[in-house]
């Protein structure tokens, strides 16, 4: 193991040596005079080096497998401009800078003075207006987005891992990704002026060398104006051409690298692909090519056998994407099915219980759809944002199915998995129900509104205005779905709650006040005996949206005592105001029952208390007894339209509600010590037996 450390390191250090040799090379080769032959093989390197890193660029699958590049740009730079002082010096003390400008002069400039000129006059346009300058703005631009995207990428990231998508490995990769973008694209918009100022460099240095060789010719070597400029011309012409190709080659490998578009494919063909990839396209192409060659005096050889081509191309293409589509399906076909027969009966998965569900017949589907411009999704979720809003709990998600054994129009609502309401709606029409002051008579079909069982009348769509100008309250199906799956929401909500979810707005709370939190749980009371305080104010429809002073009443009260039901009073009466403003109308007299003392006596001297809670031992005939007065003297207030409110002690409240919950349904039961001392109360009855 050691030996083969040993050898990548020694490895390492040759390169390190190599790059160190390149760099200190650019400043010995602007001190010393190369003699002709040695720049010759350095001019040839400087250009392997050129077409080594315009193929890097090509083929590299991501930008960051190219990190270094802007420092390649920088040392590449210095070493093609200490290459441009060298040969000067020698056009200029010798005139003879060797084969490889000589060569650039005579035949790419074509040994003319004139024709060498022009051509290295286009090439600084290409690359100074053309290429260099639109590299600039793409590296400024793509450095300016990648730094204002960094916040919403790592919250990406934060969310993934938050959400179990990935771990902290892959996290902390990502990160060090995104932190490696942000500094190469930095990097690259200084760089890119490496380039431009490298052309402006060897735009100076030709035009020393034109006016210096002109100069040493007339007055060191006795050349006339005429033989000077004519010679030294093409040297000078063939230095810049030899030094502006590589310069050239460099330009476009930067707008390369900094245009990539693709993250992780190959340059070629996802080049040829986008271009070439469509039939439609080449069989256009084609088509005008073709167009041009006969309606044109163009060479009708060329153009119309261009366009054959491109159309030829494109049936061929066209041929091989439909054999690729049929072949896609066919193995997707396969698959499918190889995976159904290999994978063994997933069971775990049967054993899910949706919390919610709602199943409808396929009469009501269009209503779910909404590509046929169903809102019944939308509604759902603002069911959800409402409950959260007036209970203080999340409702978990609602599943919403069709189910061809319903019929068309009916939908059943199920609770973790038990139907518990069902429903039926007419597609098409409205409900309409009488608010108990409407004389006037409509035509329809007699029903029952589902969620509180009023009677109503199905109307049509003519209906619909006359029945509201009368008075009539018309809702729509969707409404009438809506506002039954609420109820029954509201009805078992205190069921819903779980132990996650407390412990979900445990965590809530303690973003925000994590004192009490840590001081209640787990030193007090365990996240079950949290759960169950909140599902009891949750069952008498008490908000817990006021978590705080739940879970301060809790850490004060629970030392004490234990009893989730003595701690659930404790709690409501530290939310009196909260009772007295649903229950209770401030500034009005609110008339209700109160409880005989001798039957609250009798009701405090039933209770057994033992390990596992506290219950009731009365006598079933004196049970049905004060059941019985209790249903005379709240019906009262449900004739006077009153809310049917009985009125206890504070001791005796809880064991009231227990014995009354398999009686009267929704009766509420509340203890002095839960109202305001701003409310008004009066008494219309008192429950006796």
């Given at each position: 193991?050691?030996?083969?450390?040993?050898?990548?390191?020694?490895?390492?250090n040759v390169?390190?040596?190599?790059?160190?040799l390149?760099?200190?090379?650019?400043?010995?080769?602007?001190?010393?005079t190369?003699?002709?032959?040695?720049?010759?093989?350095?001019?040839?390197?400087?250009m392997?080096i050129?077409?080594?890193?315009l193929?890097n660029?090509?083929?590299?699958?991501e930008?960051?497998?190219?990190?270094?590049?802007?420092?390649?740009?920088?040392?590449t730079?210095?070493?093609?401009?200490s290459?441009?002082v060298?040969?000067?010096?020698l056009?200029l003390?010798?005139?003879?800078?060797?084969?490889?400008?000589?060569?650039?002069?005579?035949?790419?400039?074509?040994?003319?003075?004139?024709?060498?000129?022009?051509?290295?006059?286009?090439?600084?346009?290409?690359?100074?207006?053309?290429?260099?300058?639109g590299?600039?703005?793409?590296?400024?631009?793509?450095?300016?987005?990648?730094?204002d995207?960094?916040?919403?990428?790592?919250?990406?990231?934060?969310?993934?891992?938050?959400?179990?998508?990935?771990?902290?490995?892959?996290?902390?990769?990502?990160?060090?990704?995104?932190?490696?973008?942000?500094?190469?694209?930095?990097s690259?918009d200084?760089a890119?002026?490496?380039v431009?100022?490298?052309?402006n460099?060897?735009?100076?240095?030709?035009?020393v060398?034109?006016?210096?060789g002109i100069?040493?010719?007339?007055?060191?070597?006795?050349?006339?104006?005429?033989?000077?400029?004519n010679?030294?011309?093409?040297?000078t012409?063939?230095?810049?051409?030899v030094?502006?190709?590589?310069?050239?080659?460099?330009s476009?490998?930067?707008?390369?690298l900094?245009?990539?578009?693709?993250?992780?494919?190959?340059?070629?063909?996802?080049l040829?692909?986008q271009?070439?990839?469509?039939p439609?396209?080449?069989?256009?192409?084609?088509a005008?090519?073709?167009?041009?060659?006969?309606?044109?005096?163009?060479?009708?050889?060329?153009f119309?056998?261009?366009?054959?081509?491109f159309?030829?191309?494109?049936?061929?293409?066209?041929?091989?994407?439909?054999?690729?589509?049929?072949?896609?399906?066919?193995?997707?076909a396969?698959?499918v099915?190889a995976?159904?027969?290999?994978k063994?009966e997933?069971?775990?998965?049967?054993?899910?219980v949706?919390?919610?569900e709602?199943?409808?017949?396929?009469?009501?589907?269009?209503l779910?759809?909404?590509?046929q411009?169903?809102?019944?999704?939308d509604?759902?979720?603002m069911?959800?944002?409402?409950?959260?809003?007036?209970?203080?709990?999340?409702?978990?998600?609602?599943?919403?199915?069709?189910?061809?054994?319903?019929?068309?129009?009916?939908?059943i609502?199920?609770i973790?998995?038990v139907?518990?309401?069902e429903?039926?709606?007419?597609?098409?029409?409205?409900?309409?129900?009488?608010?108990?002051?409407?004389?006037?008579?409509?035509?329809?079909?007699?029903?029952?509104?589902?969620?509180?069982?009023?009677?109503?009348?199905?109307?049509?769509?003519?209906q619909?205005?006359?029945?509201?100008s009368?008075?009539?309250?018309?809702?729509?199906?969707p409404?009438?779905?809506?506002?039954?799956?609420?109820?029954?929401?509201?009805?078992?909500?205190?069921?819903?709650?779980?132990?996650?979810?407390?412990?979900?707005?445990?965590?809530?709370?303690?973003?925000?006040?994590?004192?009490v939190?840590?001081e209640?749980?787990?030193?007090?009371?365990?996240?079950?005996?949290?759960q169950?305080?909140?599902q009891?104010l949750?069952?008498?429809?008490?908000?817990?949206?006021d978590?705080?002073?739940?879970f301060?009443?809790?850490?004060?009260?629970?030392?004490?005592?234990?009893?989730?039901?003595?701690?659930?009073?404790?709690?409501?009466?530290?939310?009196?105001?909260?009772?007295?403003?649903?229950?209770?109308?401030?500034?009005?007299?609110?008339?209700?029952?109160?409880?005989d003392?001798?039957?609250?006596?009798?009701i405090?001297?039933?209770?057994?208390?033992?390990?596992?809670g506290?219950?009731?031992?009365?006598?079933?005939?004196?049970?049905?007894?004060?059941?019985a007065?209790a249903?005379?003297?709240?019906?009262?207030?449900?004739?006077?339209?009153?809310?049917?409110?009985?009125?206890?002690?504070?001791?005796?409240?809880?064991?009231?509600?227990?014995?009354?919950?398999?009686?009267?349904?929704?009766?509420?039961?509340?203890?002095?010590?839960?109202?305001?001392?701003?409310?008004?109360?009066?008494?219309?009855?008192?429950?006796t037996?």
């Amino acid at each position: 193991m050691p030996a083969k450390g040993g050898s990548k390191s020694k490895v390492f250090n040759v390169f390190d040596i190599g790059v160190a040799l390149y760099l200190l090379s650019a400043f010995v080769f602007m001190i010393i005079t190369l003699p002709a032959t040695l720049l010759d093989v350095c001019l040839a390197f400087n250009m392997a080096i050129a077409f080594a890193i315009l193929f890097n660029t090509l083929f590299v699958k991501e930008v960051l497998d190219m990190s270094f590049y802007p420092t390649i740009l920088l040392f590449t730079t210095i070493f093609r401009i200490s290459l441009n002082v060298s040969s000067t010096k020698l056009i200029l003390t010798t005139g003879d800078p060797g084969n490889v400008v000589r060569t650039f002069g005579q035949f790419v400039g074509g040994n003319d003075l004139i024709v060498g000129t022009i051509v290295y006059i286009i090439l600084l346009i290409v690359q100074l207006v053309v290429i260099n300058k639109g590299s600039e703005r793409v590296s400024e631009v793509t450095a300016r987005f990648t730094l204002d995207a960094m916040p919403g990428k790592q919250m990406a990231i934060d969310a993934d891992l938050n959400s179990g998508a990935i771990d902290d490995a892959e996290a902390k990769a990502r990160r060090d990704k995104i932190q490696e973008e942000s500094s190469f694209f930095g990097s690259m918009d200084g760089a890119v002026k490496y380039v431009k100022g490298d052309t402006n460099a060897g735009l100076i240095i030709t035009g020393v060398n034109l006016v210096g060789g002109i100069a040493m010719a007339m007055l060191r070597r006795g050349m006339t104006f005429g033989e000077a400029l004519n010679t030294y011309t093409i040297l000078t012409i063939g230095d810049g051409l030899v030094g502006e190709i590589p310069s050239l080659l460099i330009s476009l490998s930067t707008g390369i690298l900094v245009t990539k578009g693709a993250k992780e494919a190959d340059f070629g063909p996802v080049l040829v692909r986008q271009i070439l990839s469509t039939p439609k396209v080449m069989y256009m192409a084609g088509a005008i090519i073709a167009f041009l060659g006969v309606a044109t005096p163009l060479n009708p050889v060329i153009f119309v056998s261009m366009g054959a081509i491109f159309i030829v191309g494109g049936r061929m293409m066209q041929n091989q994407l439909e054999v690729e589509t049929v072949e896609a399906k066919a193995e997707q076909a396969e698959e499918v099915t190889a995976e159904e027969i290999r994978k063994p009966e997933n069971v775990i998965s049967l054993l899910n219980v949706d919390p919610i569900e709602l199943e409808f017949g396929y009469g009501i589907i269009p209503l779910a759809d909404v590509n046929q411009g169903g809102d019944l999704l939308d509604r759902v979720v603002m069911i959800r944002r409402q409950i959260a809003l007036e209970m203080g709990t999340v409702v978990p998600i609602i599943r919403l199915r069709d189910n061809i054994q319903l019929n068309p129009n009916q939908y059943i609502i199920k609770i973790k998995g038990v139907q518990v309401a069902e429903g039926e709606i007419l597609f098409d029409h409205y409900m309409a129900m009488n608010p108990g002051y409407v004389e006037e008579e409509i035509t329809g079909i007699n029903t029952f509104e589902p969620s509180f069982h009023l009677p109503a009348i199905w109307i049509t769509e003519s209906q619909r205005e006359r029945a509201e100008s009368a008075g009539y309250t018309v809702v729509d199906p969707p409404s009438i779905i809506a506002t039954h799956l609420t109820e029954v929401i509201r009805q078992h909500i205190s069921e819903l709650l779980t132990r996650q979810d407390t412990q979900n707005l445990v965590n809530n709370l303690k973003e925000s006040n994590p004192e009490v939190v840590d001081e209640l749980i787990p030193k007090i009371l365990g996240i079950g005996e949290v759960q169950k305080v909140l599902q009891n104010l949750l069952k008498e429809g008490i908000s817990i949206r006021d978590l705080l002073t739940i879970f301060e009443t809790l850490a004060d009260y629970g030392a004490s005592t234990r009893d989730t039901d003595i701690l659930t009073e404790y709690c409501r009466q530290a939310l009196k105001r909260a009772i007295s403003a649903r229950y209770f109308q401030m500034g009005e007299s609110t008339s209700v029952v109160t409880l005989d003392p001798a039957i609250e006596q009798e009701i405090m001297g039933s209770v057994k208390q033992t390990e596992q809670g506290s219950y009731i031992t009365l006598p079933p005939d004196r049970t049905k007894a004060i059941m019985a007065s209790a249903e005379a003297e709240t019906r009262k207030l449900e004739e006077m339209g009153r809310n049917p409110i009985v009125l206890t002690s504070p001791i005796v409240r809880i064991y009231f509600k227990k014995l009354s919950e398999d009686y009267i349904k929704d009766l509420i039961v509340v203890s002095y010590s839960e109202i305001d001392s701003n409310v008004e109360l009066q008494s219309v009855g008192i429950i006796t037996a």
